[in-house]
């Protein structure tokens, strides 16, 4: 079992930054890909940004150029700067760490960015 938590969510207007922070705990030495999905209303849930266990990352073509995932090993910790936010980026962020086959989601953190 792996447990997260998210933090770091708040109100910012359009073209403001903010820092998302995800806290794993229980069988941590199991993780394998950590990643951001985003969830706004009426609106399937979609990735943001993933890194593997060896750093590699993937963003998704909306936040290219604007959002950085980064994680730390030894903290088992993952973040997201979002930087240059958009009105289209509102939606509650969630994380998710993969161990094998399974996924474990966080509770989500809202991201409100206004015009």
Same mark, same amino acid.
């Given at each position: 079992?792996v447990?997260?938590?998210? $933090?770091?969510?708040?109100?910012?207007?359009?073209?403001?930054?903010?820092? =998302? $922070?995800c806290? *794993?705990?229980?069988?941590? /030495?199991?993780?394998?890909d950590?990643?951001?999905?985003?969830? *706004?209303?009426?609106?399937?849930?979609?990735?943001v940004?993933?890194?593997? &266990?060896?750093? $590699?990352?993937?963003?998704?073509?909306?936040?290219?150029?604007? /959002?950085?995932?980064?994680?730390? &090993?030894?903290?088992?910790?993952?973040?997201?700067?979002?930087n240059? =936010?958009k009105?289209?980026?509102? *939606?509650?962020?969630?994380?998710?760490?993969?161990?094998? *086959? =399974?996924?474990?989601?966080?509770?989500?953190?809202?991201?409100?960015?206004? $015009?």
């Amino acid at each position: 079992q792996v447990q997260l938590v998210e $933090s770091g969510g708040g109100l910012v207007q359009a073209g403001g930054s903010l820092r =998302l $922070s995800c806290a *794993a705990s229980g069988s941590i /030495f199991s993780i394998n890909d950590m990643t951001w999905y985003r969830q *706004a209303p009426g609106k399937q849930r979609e990735l943001v940004a993933s890194v593997t &266990n060896g750093g $590699s990352t993937y963003y998704a073509d909306s936040v290219v150029g604007r /959002f950085t995932i980064s994680r730390d &090993n030894a903290k088992i910790m993952v973040y997201l700067q979002m930087n240059s =936010l958009k009105p289209e980026d509102t *939606a509650v962020y969630y994380c998710n760490a993969r161990v094998g *086959a =399974l996924g474990y989601w966080g509770q989500g953190t809202q991201v409100t960015v206004s $015009s």
